[in-house]
């Protein structure tokens, strides 16, 4: 049964610690998503990938987030410093960029994040 | 740009009746497709059904169906004969562009909560 894996799928960390989150996207697909879960912004996009190019970071704090996928099976979400206001939940989600009838992307069950 | 907009936060229904769970959109590309999502308590996010701008006709899949007006630009979410694991937030979403050439982007609205009563 492919899925997207997502690790930690908790974490509880102090101001101004790293964080990093990892992800494995399911096998054959070519684009890559980092989306951010808040209560008061919902689902925002922060990062995308096609082919592990970045296409588009703009939802990104670029100060202190950066988003890699050093291959094929791993895409990264890393934050340095992390601040209270990064407590979220993380999902990340992939699909197959052509081809495909519809272009549904499939979530991992996401980090929750909390920063005290 | 593009836009979706859910204007119920919240919703009740009783078990084995049906629920239309809003949504409309906003968007000046010809081509685009829009996706419901089911996000339970346990918090993942699960594919339900897609309705492509260009299909003839409203999407199916099993008890779900969407309503698809394109002129009024609605893509309401039609649940029938509700179910108690139906209670779960149910989100909207839209990806702008020909499939072909996009890079199937998503972007959601905020999301209805529905609540199944026995």
């Known amino acids: 049964d492919a899925r997207v894996t997502q690790t930690p799928r908790h974490k509880v960390t102090e101001m101004g610690q790293e964080v990093t989150m990892r992800c494995q996207p399911i096998?054959?697909?070519?684009?890559v998503f980092w989306y951010r879960q808040t209560m008061m912004q919902g689902l925002e996009l922060l990062a995308y990938?096609?082919?592990?190019?970045?296409?588009?970071d703009s939802g990104m704090p670029k100060d202190r987030f950066s988003a890699e996928m050093p291959d094929a099976t791993l895409a990264t979400l890393k934050i340095q410093p992390s601040e209270p206001r990064d407590s979220a939940v993380y999902f990340c989600?992939?699909?197959?960029?052509?081809?495909?009838?519809?272009?549904?992307?499939?979530f991992g069950e996401g980090s929750r994040l909390t920063v005290l | 740009a593009q836009k979706i907009t859910q204007t119920q936060p919240g919703m009740f229904v009783q078990e084995k009746e049906a629920v239309t769970l809003d949504c409309t959109y906003d968007?000046?590309?010809?081509?685009?497709?829009l996706f419901w999502y089911k996000q339970p308590s346990s918090g993942e996010m699960i594919f339900l059904i897609y309705?492509?701008?260009?299909?003839?006709q409203n999407a199916t899949e099993g008890r779900y169906s969407l309503n698809f007006q394109k002129a009024r630009k609605s893509a309401n979410l039609v649940i029938s004969a509700s179910q108690l694991g139906d209670s779960a937030m149910y989100f909207c979403?839209?990806?702008?562009?020909?499939?072909?050439?996009?890079?199937?982007?998503?972007?959601f609205g905020t999301g209805t909560l529905l609540a199944v009563q026995p």
């Open positions: 990938f096609r082919n592990r190019a970045p296409l588009d």
């Open positions: 989600a992939s699909g197959l960029g052509r081809g495909a009838n519809t272009g549904e992307l499939f």
């Open positions: 309705q492509g701008s260009y299909d003839q």
């Open positions: 096998l054959g697909h070519n684009t």
């Open positions: 979403a839209m990806r702008e562009g020909n499939y072909g050439g996009a890079t199937n982007k998503l972007i």
């Open positions: 968007t000046s590309d010809p081509s685009y497709g």
